[in-house]
């Protein structure tokens, strides 16, 4: 090779040899880019799913700037496989920087457990995060595999409890009564009903039944409720008289409270009398 084309290739190897020094030092040393795993994010919770993100930290350990160039990712619940959000390809991560990559995804419970007495006898749901990223560098694809598994804690149905029975107000046709109920919600997040359907018995007969609408209850609150009971006394049974005159006498309400897809039995009783706690 002739001196006059030696010099300029020289000069040009050294150019690429000095930029890419520290790249070539770090795959020498055996660094890598590196995929961590920090968080797992509720963001949104109901009765009937919970909104989440899997948060993971990517750290380039080089110089210059790399490239998310392809993600397969899956996440399974109870295994059942969730449809699942991921970040999108082409993403920069600057050199010897860091990226947050989230992975988001909406658990409907009811698709994982499909009976909801099942479901909410159950504390927790497991789940497991696989997959893996393909980072670009300039030396090729490094892959990175992504492995993570661990609990999601299932809602608490709210409770319904009985508070009292207002003293009857006779009518021609009957007695009116005011029920009244406490909804408990030991979940941290409030809750939406969208309806309760109840049925107001004594001594085991039922006498009257409705619905009571759309009612939000506070995180790890109370909200009190009263409905209107209204009993006909033609034929009365003697349990309906002793309640008319304020005796004690076994109450309940039963039904199903509905908040999204959930349709929850309840199933209320209590000894008192009418007029009192």
């Not at 890419?20 to 030092?25: E, I, S, T, V, Y």
């Not at 409720?225 to 005796?247: D, K, N």
Request: charged share 20%; with cysteine; glycine share 10%.
């Amino acid at each position: 090779m002739s001196r006059r084309w030696f010099a300029p290739i020289l000069v040009g190897s050294l150019v690429v040899l000095g930029s890419g020094c520290a790249l070539f030092q770090a795959f020498l040393g055996g660094k890598r880019p590196e995929l961590t795993f920090r968080d797992v994010r509720l963001t949104s919770w109901s009765l009937d799913s919970v909104d989440l993100e899997l948060v993971y930290e990517l750290s380039n350990p080089y110089d210059v700037a790399l490239t998310l160039h392809e993600v397969a990712y899956q996440l399974e619940v109870e295994g059942r496989r969730i449809a699942s959000g991921k970040p999108k390809k082409g993403l920069s991560i600057r050199g010897r920087g860091k990226q947050i990559l989230r992975f988001p995804a909406t658990v409907h419970f009811l698709d994982v457990v499909p009976v909801v007495t099942e479901l909410f006898s159950k504390k927790s749901l497991s789940y497991r995060a696989s997959g893996s990223l393909g980072v670009k560098t300039p030396l090729g694809i490094v892959a990175l595999p992504l492995s993570r598994s661990g609990s999601i804690a299932v809602p608490r149905l709210p409770k319904v409890e009985i508070t009292d029975l207002s003293s009857p107000r006779i009518t021609a046709s009957g007695a009116e009564f005011s029920l009244g109920l406490r909804i408990l919600n030991d979940n941290e997040f409030p809750v939406s009903l969208d309806v309760l359907e109840w049925s107001f018995l004594v001594d085991r007969a039922s006498l009257a039944s409705g619905k009571v609408g759309q009612t939000a209850v506070g995180g790890g609150g109370a909200r009190e409720v009263r409905i209107p009971i209204r009993i006909g006394l033609a034929g009365a049974s003697q349990a309906v008289q002793r309640l008319v005159s304020g005796q004690q006498t076994s109450v309940a309400l039963t039904g199903n409270l509905r908040s999204g897809r959930v349709v929850a039995p309840i199933d209320a009783r209590r000894l008192l009398r009418a007029g009192s706690r």
